[in-house]
């Protein structure tokens, strides 16, 4: 199986993000999932559940990324994802000068798989508890690393052109980061518009959305539910 044909499998969980996040296709998909996740009913759980499977994308193939870099260290470039047209991975994740961050020496593949980590407990903490009162400041947070991610995007493809040649596998990671990114906007939006509660879906009683607020932290919900009737914080 090629690189190419594998790049397809990281390519799944990023599909199954966007037919949940356009509208034409989100309710259609979202009754793949309905039985078990109640909570794709709604539009933010569709948001939410497409957030989880652009990070899962971005996370494997930064993973994907890290072992071919490693590869690549110990074999030399090698042809792992070589490729005769501009699309080659392995000069671009083989070249000694660029394949490292300049500043910590990590390869990118690993801070690939350390960024989409981080903002995967994120966003993963707020489906268990979306009333929670840290829920906008999870929101904030994954949106500030998404910016801070873009930059960074821009310096890998300015390494790309500075080498010649484009990674499929990067650019994969790159897409699942800028449309988590994307994501984190709109769920702000929702959050800050009152549109974040939805009565069908949240079945949390008033005092218990009160007890998360006071203890600050995750109360296991009583009902089925995931939600609770939005409160003003």
């Known amino acids: 199986m090629d690189a190419n044909t594998q790049l397809l499998f990281h390519w799944v969980p990023i599909?199954?993000?966007?037919?949940?996040?356009?509208?034409?296709?989100?309710?259609?998909?979202?009754?793949?999932?309905?039985?078990?996740?109640?909570?794709?009913?709604?539009?933010?759980?569709?948001?939410?559940?497409?957030?989880?499977?652009?990070?899962?994308?971005?996370?494997?193939?930064?993973?994907?990324?890290?072992?071919?870099?490693?590869?690549?260290?110990?074999?030399?470039?090698?042809?792992?994802?070589?490729?005769?047209?501009?699309?080659?991975?392995?000069?671009?994740?083989?070249?000694?000068?660029?394949?490292?961050?300049?500043?910590?020496?990590?390869?990118?593949?690993?801070?690939?798989?350390?960024?989409?980590?981080?903002?995967?407990?994120?966003?993963?903490?707020?489906?268990?508890?979306?009333?929670?009162?840290w829920v906008r400041n999870h929101l904030a947070y994954l949106r500030v690393i998404g910016i801070i991610g873009v930059f960074v995007i821009f310096y890998l493809i300015y390494a790309e052109f500075a080498i010649g040649k484009l990674c499929q596998y990067c650019s994969t990671a790159h897409f699942a980061h800028i449309m988590v990114l994307v994501n984190s906007q709109l769920l702000l939006t929702t959050y800050d518009q009152r549109k974040w509660s939805d009565s069908k879906a949240d079945d949390v009683s008033n005092d218990e959305v009160r007890d998360r607020k006071r203890k600050k932290g995750y109360v296991k919900p009583k009902s089925s539910a995931m939600n609770a009737p939005y409160e003003e914080e």
């Open 15 to 133: 599909l199954l993000g966007l037919l949940l996040l356009i509208p034409s296709t989100s309710e259609f998909i979202s009754r793949l999932f309905i039985k078990k996740w109640p909570s794709v009913s709604t539009r933010r759980g569709r948001l939410l559940a497409s957030t989880v499977m652009f990070l899962i994308g971005g996370f494997t193939v930064s993973a994907h990324t890290l072992w071919i870099h490693n590869k690549a260290s110990e074999l030399g470039s090698g042809n792992f994802c070589a490729g005769d047209g501009v699309w080659d991975c392995s000069s671009v994740i083989g070249n000694a000068e660029w394949n490292v961050d300049p500043m910590l020496g990590l390869p990118w593949g690993l801070l690939g798989m350390l960024a989409f980590s981080v903002m995967l407990w994120l966003i993963v903490s707020i489906c268990l508890d979306p009333m929670a009162s």
